[in-house]
């Protein structure tokens, strides 16, 4: 088996990002996005298992309008995203089943801070509408105030707790 | 064309690029935050850069109306809070909603648990909504953009952002050239 390719220049990379991005404004009338999608599956699920509950929850409720949670843009658009992020690695040589980490951990922790990290960034996102392609990117390039008061505090809030867990990274 | 099959497609481009430059990989991602490799940065910005200016253009040259495209609205206090504690999740899991779906997709568990604890996060504060719904509704300005906080022509601030992220990538550079 050969090595891996190397990584895209991260300039030339984010040009297409934004490409990609451009397409979605023009031919879906909207950005990307990836938290929208857990929301709109948890919301089926708690649909699925309580049907009262999720109609009388009003942040679930909005996800159950129309054709329903499982008939979501944003849901289509990450089963691309999986796909498409799948495909790269395969043609450049980088799947591989590991658990990435620092070298001052170990698989067990780093699991547990994946879960912890991934929980608190699902509490940011629903309190902040979006995440960092859904808010930071869609609404950044469209100049969405919002979007960058968003982008600031979470670059923010990252360099702010940084220290605390350099073990794990460093 | 159906919209879902739109949806897949842009997915597709979505994932690839972000696997291309490095994003499904949770160390990477990390060294933004230690100043040892700035490729979020590079990429988020060099994107928010071209589709800004693409926007912009079209809607300039009568291609795209920018009143038919969804813009994120504003709520300022829980963007500010969610923002701050989004974060705080990103340098902890070291990976995005977005990039944790690639991390899964190329095969790491890490990723794979971040889109586990995303999804617990995100039931969890929809389950126990109701006493945040205040704050939740709380500043809301609508679709409020920054030419209009700014006061400012479309233009300008367009010209502005692009000079700011020319000169924050000069500093990229030199960063990781020091780290």
Same mark, same amino acid.
């Given at each position: 088996?050969?090595?891996? /390719?190397?990584?895209?220049?991260?300039?030339?990379?984010?040009?297409?990002?934004?490409?990609?991005?451009?397409?979605?404004?023009?031919?879906?009338?909207?950005?990307?996005?990836?938290?929208?999608?857990?929301?709109?599956?948890?919301?089926?699920?708690?649909? *699925?298992?309580?049907?009262?509950?999720?109609?009388?929850?009003?942040?679930?409720?909005?996800?159950?309008?129309?054709?329903?949670?499982?008939? @979501?843009?944003?849901?289509? @658009?990450?089963?691309?995203?999986?796909?498409?992020?799948?495909?790269?690695?395969?043609?450049?040589?980088?799947?591989?089943?590991?658990? @990435?980490?620092?070298?001052?951990?170990?698989?067990?922790?780093?699991? *547990?801070?994946?879960?912890?990290?991934? *929980?608190?960034?699902?509490?940011?996102?629903?309190?902040? /509408?979006?995440?960092?392609?859904?808010?930071?990117?869609?609404?950044?390039?469209?100049?969405?105030?919002?979007?960058?008061?968003?982008?600031?505090?979470?670059?923010?809030?990252?360099?702010?707790?940084?220290?605390?867990?350099?073990?794990?990274?460093? | 064309?159906?919209?879902?099959?739109?949806?897949?497609?842009?997915?597709?481009?979505?994932?690839?690029?972000?696997?291309?430059? =490095? %994003?499904?990989?949770?160390?990477?991602?990390?060294?933004?935050?230690?100043?040892? +490799?700035?490729?979020?940065?590079?990429?988020?910005?060099?994107?928010?850069?071209? !589709?800004?200016?693409?926007?912009?253009?079209?809607?300039?040259?009568?291609?795209? +109306?920018?009143?038919?495209?969804?813009?994120?609205?504003?709520?300022?206090?829980?963007?500010?809070?969610?923002?701050?504690?989004?974060?705080? $999740?990103?340098?902890? !899991?070291?990976?995005?909603?977005?990039?944790?779906?690639?991390?899964?997709?190329? =095969?790491?568990? +890490?990723? #794979?648990? #971040?889109?586990?604890?995303?999804?617990?996060?995100? %039931?969890?504060?929809?389950?126990?909504?109701?006493?945040?719904?205040?704050?939740? &509704?709380?500043?809301?300005?609508?679709?409020?953009?920054?030419?209009? %906080?700014?006061?400012?022509?479309? $233009?300008?601030? #367009?010209?502005?952002?692009?000079?700011?992220? %020319?000169?924050?990538?000069?500093?990229? &550079?030199?960063? &990781?050239?020091?780290?």
């Amino acid at each position: 088996m050969s090595a891996p /390719r190397r990584y895209a220049d991260p300039y030339g990379a984010g040009v297409c990002l934004g490409l990609v991005l451009l397409a979605a404004y023009v031919f879906a009338g909207r950005g990307l996005g990836a938290s929208g999608a857990f929301a709109t599956s948890a919301a089926g699920v708690v649909a *699925a298992a309580s049907p009262s509950r999720a109609a009388a929850n009003p942040y679930f409720a909005r996800y159950l309008a129309g054709e329903g949670p499982w008939r @979501e843009w944003l849901l289509f @658009e990450i089963a691309g995203v999986i796909a498409g992020g799948f495909l790269s690695a395969l043609f450049a040589r980088r799947l591989r089943a590991a658990v @990435e980490r620092g070298p001052g951990i170990t698989s067990t922790s780093r699991l *547990a801070y994946a879960f912890g990290g991934g *929980a608190v960034m699902g509490v940011g996102a629903v309190l902040a /509408r979006g995440c960092t392609s859904g808010l930071a990117l869609t609404g950044g390039a469209l100049l969405s105030a919002g979007a960058w008061v968003f982008m600031i505090a979470a670059f923010a809030g990252a360099y702010a707790f940084a220290p605390f867990v350099k073990r794990a990274w460093r | 064309m159906n919209p879902f099959a739109i949806a897949v497609v842009i997915g597709i481009a979505f994932g690839w690029t972000l696997e291309r430059a =490095g %994003l499904g990989s949770a160390p990477k991602l990390a060294g933004q935050f230690y100043l040892t +490799d700035l490729t979020v940065f590079k990429v988020m910005f060099s994107a928010i850069v071209t !589709a800004m200016l693409g926007a912009f253009w079209l809607s300039r040259l009568g291609i795209l +109306d920018l009143s038919q495209v969804y813009i994120p609205e504003t709520f300022l206090g829980p963007q500010l809070a969610g923002g701050l504690l989004f974060g705080v $999740g990103f340098v902890v !899991a070291g990976l995005c909603p977005g990039t944790s779906c690639v991390a899964a997709a190329t =095969g790491r568990g +890490d990723g #794979v648990m #971040v889109m586990l604890g995303m999804f617990s996060g995100v %039931l969890v504060t929809g389950l126990a909504f109701a006493p945040l719904r205040n704050f939740y &509704e709380s500043t809301a300005r609508g679709s409020l953009t920054l030419t209009q %906080l700014l006061r400012v022509p479309y $233009g300008v601030v #367009v010209c502005g952002i692009v000079a700011m992220a %020319l000169i924050a990538f000069q500093f990229a &550079e030199r960063l &990781e050239k020091r780290a």
